[in-house]
């Protein structure tokens, strides 16, 4: 069943018009702050707004915001005084994303309906048990839970009943049944699915168990079809002419925008050999507007035949300079630790094993989540005795396991007796699973005899 009409009830939105009201200045230091119940200088920005509903003024209030273990986002929200209307919507700051995600949750109990969710205008909802669907660009983006997604299908698939009723009775009753069947998903009383499908990227489902792995939580990312490109405005690339220049000898440089503030910035990319690996591609970004720096490194080959798991015994300091290249392909995991970094977390790195180590300490231990009264009981300790594991890693007062595993077999980990064996490192090259060649598009690729199947249309 499609659900193409469940909208919120009332007009679109307000539309913001220019007002003598005064606007509060905003926060200072970045544009976009982490949520955080303890900070008193993340304040909405106040805009007197017409009400699309009476035509009187009301007030819309915009925060710039970050989430967790995610990106920026504007959450948006208008409130008339004069007739009650009101409207929330969310927008996604940044960027559409290289590849898109798909969330499939499977939802066990009551627990689970309070998870947090960021879907965008271009997600796709699906439960696939009751064959029902929001289909793309029906509803607005929205910042809310699980449960409030069900709560607002009701609403949208409730809000022309009585029109129903009164020209076609039977749709109407089966709307009425259907609408039952949601209600009762809220109280969870058999496991039900729940899938988001965002080919923008910028949807999200709240793992409550960060930093550990959510075994009810499945992400995947992937490659768009050239009809999602089309239905997010964006057009396909034209092949590109191969540089006759000796791009080994050369760094490049093109311009672009910085990520922080915004601001012109450049860009330098170069072409590296890692020894007893491969080519692998280094970009680095540096803003000299707000210092802010980032690197990314992607793979200069292709996807190889087999995937790579390379497992590391750390037993002394000196492990942790250790080089250390990680694809976007690469999750990492630490079994004494129960932690699990999955594909695309981090992006590409070159650097060292201690490098890799303080990323992921600052990834978990910088949760807004975690603070004030957003927190719950007991998270704050775990993310702490999680941190002090690392650091007993880090400084050799720990002895642990270290796994890369790379469907692509694109990450390295250094071998420090080079050309012999490493007596602490494994690398193991496997098969790769259906699904895994899924996630890398490579199921649909057909590189061999594909000439056959193209019959000349003139």
């Not at 066990?108 to 929001?134: H, W, Y």
């Not at 590109?240 to 080994?248: A, S």
């Not at 590391?312 to 079994?335: A, F, H, N």
Request: proline share 7%; hydrophobic share 35%.
């Amino acid at each position: 069943m499609s659900a193409s009409g469940a909208v919120e009830p009332g007009p679109r939105g307000p539309a913001t018009t220019p007002s003598p009201a005064p606007v509060q200045p905003p926060a200072t230091g970045h544009l976009f702050r982490p949520i955080n119940a303890e900070d008193e200088e993340q304040q909405p920005t106040e805009i007197e707004s017409l009400c699309m509903n009476c035509y009187r003024n009301g007030m819309t209030r915009l925060l710039l915001t970050k989430i967790p273990f995610f990106r920026e986002i504007i959450v948006s929200s208008f409130s008339c005084e004069h007739c009650g209307w009101n409207n929330t919507e969310i927008q996604s700051a940044g960027r559409i994303q290289d590849l898109g995600v798909r969330y499939t949750l499977t939802i066990r109990g009551l627990e689970d309906m309070n998870r947090e969710v960021v879907k965008t205008d271009s997600a796709t909802t699906r439960i696939p048990e009751l064959d029902f669907e929001i289909p793309a660009f029906s509803q607005k983006g929205a910042l809310t839970t699980v449960e409030g997604l069900i709560n607002r299908a009701i609403s949208g698939l409730e809000q022309d009943q009585p029109t129903r009723r009164a020209s076609k009775e039977a749709i109407a009753e089966r709307i009425d049944e259907f609408i039952v069947k949601l209600k009762e998903l809220k109280h969870v009383a058999s496991p039900f699915t729940l899938i988001i499908d965002d080919p923008s990227g910028n949807s999200f489902i709240e793992n409550p168990h960060a930093p550990q792995k959510d075994d009810a939580l499945v992400i995947t990312h992937y490659n768009r079809t050239l009809q999602q490109d089309e239905m997010l405005g964006l057009q396909a690339e034209a092949p590109e002419e191969k540089l006759e220049e000796d791009l080994r000898n050369e760094v490049l440089q093109f311009n672009t925008n910085c990520p922080e503030c915004n601001a012109p910035a450049q860009t330098n990319m170069k072409l590296v050999q890692i020894p007893h690996f491969k080519e692998v591609i280094i970009m680095a970004t540096i803003c000299e507007n707000c210092g802010h720096r980032t690197n990314e490194v992607k793979s200069g080959g292709a996807v190889e035949p087999l995937g790579t798991r390379i497992t590391l015994l750390i037993t002394d300091p000196s492990d942790m300079t250790r080089d250390l290249l990680k694809s976007e392909t690469c999750s990492v995991e630490i079994p004494e630790l129960e932690f699990e970094l999955g594909m695309a977390v981090l992006g590409g790195k070159f650097t060292t094993l201690e490098g890799l180590l303080k990323d992921i300490r600052e990834l978990v231990t910088k949760n807004p989540f975690t603070l004030g009264d957003s927190s719950s009981p007991g998270q704050s300790e775990k993310l702490q005795e999680f941190s002090q594991k690392l650091d007993q890693i880090i400084e050799g007062g720990m002895k642990a396991h270290f796994i890369m595993n790379d469907p692509a077999g694109n990450s390295y980990l250094q071998n420090v007796y080079a050309p012999e064996d490493d007596p602490e490192m494994k690398v193991e090259h496997y098969k790769r699973t259906f699904d895994q060649n899924e996630e890398l598009g490579l199921n649909d690729m057909k590189t061999e005899g594909y000439e056959a199947g193209l019959s000349p249309q003139r």
